[in-house]
C-alpha cells in the first residue's frame, strides 16, 4: 500500500501523493480496485498468488467487514475458493483466475473491493470500558434512543407502569382476601368451641344447629370450616401473573388493528402514540406473555408440589386432571394451561427472525393463525379474561369482517406494470394506480399477490410521489428465498 501512495519513490508520502491516490482510489471500478488487491498481497510480485497470501487476504477482508471466522473455518474457506479457482491447478492464482472466481460470488467481490477503500480510513480509536458496556446496552434503552423517540419511550412506560399497577393490585386484593379468609377461619373455630363448652354445661341445642347461651345470644354451629383461599405464597404469584397475562394477552390484539392504526394515524395521534412501532410492541406484548406464562406455570407446579407433599401420584391428578377441579369450567384450568402452553410455544417458535426471513414466512404465518385457538382455550381456562378481552375482541372481529369483504370486492386492486431487480436484492415495482387511492408521503400499503400467497399480506412503505397519479411505485429490499 505504500508502494502504491508513493508514486516518485521519495520513501515518504507527501499530501498531494495522498490526494492523488484517494482520487485514483475513488475513480477506479471494482475491477481496478481488484488489480490493486492483487497487486498489495502478490508480495513477490511475480503475477501469481499462493494459497497462503490468499488466506491473508480472506482475512484481512473478514476483520474489514467485522466478520469473525474461526481458524477451521477460514482455512476452509481459503482452500475451496483456491482449488475452484486454481482451474489448471499449478498451485498459484493469477489475476484472470480469481476475477472469475469473484465474480461467481457477487456478495464476496464486492466485499473485498469494499476493503480496499477502507484502508483509507483512519484506524478507530479504542473505546473504553464504559463506552463498551454502552455499545451492549439495549438500543431502546440508551439515552439518544429516548431523547429522539419519547413518544414511544413515554408509551412503553406507561405500558410497563400498567403491568405493575395491574400487579400490585391482584397482590393487595388477593393478601385482603386472604387475611378475610383467615379471619372467617378463626370465628369458625371459636364457634366450635363454644358450642362444645355449651354441649359441657347443658346449653340449649336447637335441630337447624343453633344453640342459646346463658345470656341469650344464639350461636350457629358450621359443619365445614371455610377454606383457605391461598396455600402458597407460590399461589400468590401464581395469581399475580394470571392476572399480568389477563391484560397483556388482550392488549396484543389492539397493535393488529390495521384499520384502527391507519385511522388513527390520520388523524394526528401518532402525535402521542407510537403508531409506527405497532408491530414492535405486538412483539414486545408476545414475549411478555411468554415469560410471564413460564412465572405462571412454575409457580402453580411449586404449589402443587406443596400441596402433593412428594406424592407423585397427586402431583399428578393437580397437574393433569379435572379431579379437584380447579379453574373456571369442569375444574380444567391444569389441561388448558398446558395446551395454552404448548401452543404458546408454537407460536413464539416458529415466529423468531431466524424463520420469518429464511424462506419459510408460510410457516410463520399459518402457525399464527393458532391465535384463535389460544384465545378460545384462555377464555375457558381464566375465569374473567373473557372480560378483559370483550372490547378488543370485538374490535378485531369487526376488523377481520372489514379485510374479508375488502378481499373479495373489486376495491385496491391491481397489476404489476414492470418489475426491476436493483442491486443488493432491491426489487423496484410499478404498480397501475387504482382509482380513488389518495395517500401521504410516508404511507405504506399491504400487498397481496394471489399467485404466490393467497391469503398472505405484506407492508411496504410507497417510494412514488403522490403526485403521481398513474402509477405507484415500491422498492423491497428481498429476505429468505
Known amino acids: ?18 490526494i492523488a491516490a484517494v482520487k485514483r482510489f475513488a475513480n477506479k ?6 488489480t490493486i488487491l492483487f497487486q498489495l498481497y502478490d508480495v513477490d510480485g511475480d503475477g501469481l498468488i499462493q494459497p497462503q497470501e490468499l488466506r491473508d487476504v480472506m482475512r484481512a477482508c473478514m476483520e474489514e467487514n467485522g466478520l469473525q471466522f474461526a481458524e477451521y473455518e477460514l482455512d476452509e474457506l481459503t482452500r475451496v475458493l483456491f482449488e475452484d479457482a486454481d482451474r489448471d491447478e499449478t498451485g498459484s492464482i493469477t489475476l484472470d483466475e480469481l476475477r472469475c472466481q469473484l465474480q461467481s460470488r457477487p456478495g464476496l467481490y464486492e466485499n473485498l473491493t469494499v476493503s480496499v477503500e477502507r484502508w483509507l480510513l483512519p484506524p478507530s480509536s479504542r473505546r473504553s470500558g464504559q463506552a463498551k458496556l454502552t455499545s451492549r446496552w439495549p438500543k431502546k434503552l440508551t439515552r439518544e434512543y429516548v431523547r429522539n423517540n419519547v413518544v414511544s419511550a413515554a408509551f412503553c412506560f406507561c405500558f410497563f407502569g400498567v403491568q ?19 379471619e372467617s377461619i378463626d370465628r369458625y373455630w371459636f364457634k366450635v368451641i363454644t358450642w362444645q363448652l355449651g354441649a359441657l354445661a347443658g346449653k340449649n341445642h336447637t335441630s337447624d344447629g343453633h344453640f342459646t347461651t346463658q345470656d341469650g345470644a344464639e350461636v350457629e354451629w358450621m359443619s365445614d370450616p371455610p377454606t383457605l383461599g391461598l396455600h402458597s405464597d407460590y399461589e400468590l404469584v401464581a395469581r399475580e401473573f394470571g392476572q399480568l397475562l389477563n391484560f397483556v394477552c388482550a392488549f396484543t390484539a389492539f397493535p393488529v388493528l390495521r384499520h384502527c392504526v391507519t385511522w388513527l394515524r390520520s388523524h394526528g395521534a401518532s ?15 408476545g414475549w411478555c406473555i411468554l415469560v410471564y406464562s413460564l412465572v405462571h406455570t412454575i409457580a402453580h407446579l411449586l404449589n402443587f408440589a406443596r400441596l402433593s407433599q412428594g406424592d407423585w401420584h397427586l402431583l399428578a ?51 399464527h393463525l393458532l391465535y384463535t385457538v389460544f384465545w ?37 386492486r391491481t397489476t404489476v406494470l414492470k418489475g426491476v431487480i436493483l442491486p443488493s436484492k432491491v426489487i423496484h415495482l410499478v404498480l397501475k394506480r387504482p382509482p380513488d387511492f389518495d395517500y401521504h408521503p410516508g404511507d405504506y400499503i399491504f400487498l397481496n399477490i394471489p399467485c404466490l400467497a393467497r391469503f398472505e399480506w405484506h407492508p411496504f412503505t410507497i417510494s412514488s410521489a403522490p403526485e403521481n397519479s398513474d402509477v405507484i411505485w415500491l422498492h423491497i429490499r428481498t429476505f429468505g428465498e
Not at 29 to 34: A, E, P, T
Request: overall charge neutral; aromatic content about 16%.
Open 1 to 18: 500500500m505504500f508502494q502504491l501512495f508513493d508514486t516518485d519513490k521519495s520513501g515518504t508520502i507527501s499530501l498531494d501523493e495522498f
Open 29 to 34: 471500478s471494482q475491477d481496478d480496485k481488484l
Open 164 to 182: 405493575l399497577a395491574v400487579f400490585l393490585s391482584r397482590m393487595e386484593a388477593e393478601s385482603q382476601k386472604h387475611i378475610d379468609i383467615k
Open 271 to 285: 402525535q402521542f402514540l407510537p403508531l409506527d412501532s405497532s408491530i414492535y410492541y405486538h412483539k414486545l406484548t
Open 317 to 367: 391428578l393437580y397437574s393433569f386432571t379435572t379431579h379437584h377441579n380447579i379453574g373456571w369450567v369442569g375444574g380444567t384450568a391444569s389441561i388448558t394451561g398446558w395446551i395454552l402452553l404448548a401452543v404458546l410455544t408454537i407460536m413464539v417458535s416458529c415466529s423468531l427472525p431466524c424463520v420469518r426471513r429464511s424462506g419459510r414466512f408460510e410457516v410463520f404465518y399459518y402457525t
Open 376 to 412: 378460545l382455550f384462555l377464555v375457558i381456562h381464566a375465569p374473567n379474561f373473557w372480560k378483559w378481552f370483550l372490547v378488543p375482541g370485538l374490535m378485531l372481529t369487526t376488523e377481520l369482517l372489514v379485510r374479508v369483504c375488502r378481499f373479495f370486492s373489486s376495491n385496491g
